[in-house]
């Protein structure tokens, strides 16, 4: 028997990383929303790896802090360890990480939801959409409660029609033994969705009091860290540090022996799982001539012995699973707490979904994180505020928000996931960004914050502060130009300390500092900067001078892209009538319905040829519906 139980505006099913970000951004633009989570306890739980960050991965959470989101703040004030990685290589792949405690990271985060305005978290398992002339408008819980809204954004993560394996033992379960959901998957498929069955796996977790530490190499944190928010000013005291150790010849025998008994290796494993997070069998398999691999042994919190161990992932019985540990330097006499496994879930075909990420076939209805083919908690997050953003202006009679490949890294995953699909879990890449000199971790606040700002979500102290900041970039830019420098001894003595070539005339500080081996530090001790200006401030510079050459024909790429992307298709359009297009390209642009010639330009197996017919075609298109208005 069901009853009403709310009236909102949004709805978000689902408290992991996308739903949290969902829920916050739209109840942060004024929307009345609600959070609704299997488990209370679960909310912003990591399953997997605690940390947040790496290459690519850093870079989203960069971008949800620039938004407004809340990943960065939430890491920043949890972490236990900070590292930039990369740092040997160009600014385009500099990339924070950081470890979290994972328990502190929960709490903190439902108690930022809990005290946000206009966003109610309550505990309950949607089973249904309510469903009102093709529209979504609303869910109902399994014991009865009708909650009524005019968007839902489902962010369900690995937990429809989850299933966990650890050797011959398969159980219906979602993560960390949590409670599956069933029949919302169900619901879904009713609704015309296509869903397609994926699996992504956990390694063991030890204890750290049975660890050899001696055999290990440490793995500090960086001595002054930077941080994921631009807000965040204050560091957390007292780093812990991670372990490395590698893979053995037994490890690598106890595996090959136990092949059989490997459930992705038996047939016992149906879903797809993530190619670029192998499970360890799978690694020794696949790489049969490597006689080691790394693991690493990361603490999962302050107040806990559980060690995670990376690199180790596996479905692999329990036994064995302990004989694998054992034969590893280090965890010789370890003690497992929590074993290993793999989950295999229902996921949406993205491929569904408009960039907005609100559902082709159910209006109102929007999906974010694993549910769409995605792994990890970043790509997640990146999707849960776009998703949010996108309910609320739904909700106020707005245009979406859609961030192009060239200003985000959240846009190049939405625009893959959407216009390409992804026939596995989908992992964010560097090398998937076209224009990733753009799309750097230092500047994001620099290419989102003012959309955060023009949306609601950056308030206007955070915004002067960008704007400042900006100035201050300008300033220091003109500063460098027009103050010259004479080759006086000491200003040598720096240029010979830096291994360059010494003046014979007076030269500007900005033609100093596009040589390779000067710096903002050189500079400094020849002329030093105003004392307002900021480490972040300098930073922005010194890339800018540096990088200029480059980062211009990168902006000329994105004006030709700018075009194609201003060229929109008109959501009508049946492709079957426009004469000329291969068959293959009917099929696919009928099936993506791209919004723009830029985003039917990536569709696998739309060819050139396809793109100037259907130019003409729109010109012509064009031409007869303007005369229909006159």
């Known amino acids: 028997m069901s009853y009403l139980a709310g009236d909102y505006e949004v709805i978000v099913v689902g408290a992991g990383h996308a739903g949290c970000e969902a829920a916050l951004a739209a109840a942060r633009m004024?929307?009345?929303t609600l959070l609704l989570t299997i488990n209370l306890d679960m909310v912003a739980f990591m399953p997997c790896n605690p940390s947040i960050g790496g290459p690519a991965k850093g870079h989203v959470v960069r971008e949800i802090d620039a938004l407004g989101g809340e990943m960065g703040r939430n890491i920043d004030k949890t972490y236990i360890q900070l590292r930039m990685l990369n740092t040997g290589k160009g600014p385009a792949v500099h990339a924070l990480r950081a470890q979290a405690d994972k328990f502190l990271y929960q709490h903190t985060m439902k108690e930022t939801i809990e005290k946000t305005p206009n966003l109610t978290l309550r505990q309950g398992?949607?089973?249904?959409?309510?469903?009102?002339d093709g529209v979504c408008?609303?869910?109902?819980?399994?014991?009865?409660?009708?909650?009524?809204?005019?968007?839902?954004?489902?962010t369900t993560g690995t937990y429809l029609r989850g299933r966990v394996i650890i050797g011959e033992l398969m159980y219906e379960s979602g993560p960390n033994n949590q409670q599956p959901s069933v029949r919302l998957s169900a619901c879904l498929k009713e609704l015309g969705l296509k869903l397609v069955r994926f699996k992504t796996g956990t390694p063991p977790r030890v204890h750290g009091d049975t660890i050899d530490f001696s055999k290990t190499e440490i793995q500090p944190g960086d001595v002054k860290p930077k941080f994921f928010s631009f807000e965040t000013t204050e560091e957390v005291p007292n780093q812990l540090p991670c372990w490395l150790t590698y893979t053995s010849e037994d490890t690598h025998k106890i595996i090959n022996d136990n092949l059989h008994r490997a459930p992705m290796?038996?047939?016992?494993?149906?879903?797809?799982?993530?190619r670029y997070c192998p499970s360890i069998e799978d690694k020794i398999v696949r790489f049969a001539d490597k006689p080691k691999h790394q693991i690493f042994l990361e603490p999962e919190g302050r107040n806990t012995s559980e060690y995670y161990v990376q690199g180790l992932s596996t479905s692999m019985p329990e036994e064995v699973q302990l004989s694998i540990l054992r034969s590893i330097p280090g965890l010789e006499k370890v003690q497992m707490m929590r074993t290993g496994y793999a989950i295999e879930y229902d996921a949406v075909e993205p491929t569904q979904l408009w960039p907005s990420l609100e559902t082709k076939v159910v209006p109102g209805l929007f999906t974010a994180g694993q549910i769409n083919g995605t792994s990890g908690y970043e790509e997640a997050a990146g999707q849960g505020i776009m998703a949010g953003i996108n309910a609320a202006r739904k909700v106020q009679g707005k245009e979406p928000v859609v961030l192009d490949r060239s200003a985000a890294y959240i846009g190049v995953m939405i625009d893959d996931l959407v216009t390409k699909g992804t026939n596995d879990p989908y992992r964010l890449l560097t090398s998937r960004a076209e224009y990733r000199l753009l799309l750097r971790n230092d500047n994001a606040d620099q290419r989102l914050t003012p959309i955060g700002y023009e949306i609601g979500l950056i308030p206007e102290e955070r915004y002067k502060r960008f704007e400042t900041k900006m100035e201050q970039i300008r300033e220091e830019l003109e500063r460098l130009k027009n103050t010259k420098v004479r080759p006086e001894e000491h200003v040598?003595?720096?240029l010979r300390e830096a291994g360059t070539v010494t003046l014979n005339n007076s030269v500007d500080l900005l033609s100093l500092l596009r040589r390779p081996e000067i710096t903002m530090d050189h500079l400094d001790r020849i002329s030093p900067a105003p004392a307002e200006v900021s480490e972040d401030v300098k930073e922005q510079v010194e890339i800018q001078v540096k990088y200029a050459g480059y980062i211009e024909k990168q902006l000329q790429q994105v004006d030709r892209l700018q075009k194609m992307e201003k060229k929109r298709i008109p959501e009508d359009i049946d492709y079957d009538t426009v004469h000329g297009l291969a068959n293959e390209a009917k099929q696919k642009l009928g099936q993506i319905r791209p919004i723009s010639i830029g985003q039917a330009s990536r569709i696998s197996g739309v060819t050139p040829a396809d793109i100037?017919?259907?130019l003409v075609y729109l010109e012509h298109y064009n031409k007869v519906t303007a005369a229909k208005l006159s």
């Open 30 to 32: 004024g929307c009345r």
């Open 125 to 132: 398992m949607v089973e249904e959409l309510v469903m009102e």
């Open 137 to 154: 408008r609303g869910v109902v819980t399994k014991t009865g409660a009708t909650y009524r809204a005019q968007a839902v954004v489902v």
């Open 265 to 274: 290796f038996s047939g016992a494993i149906e879903g797809t799982g993530p």
């Open 492 to 494: 040598q003595e720096i």
């Open 612 to 614: 100037s017919i259907l």
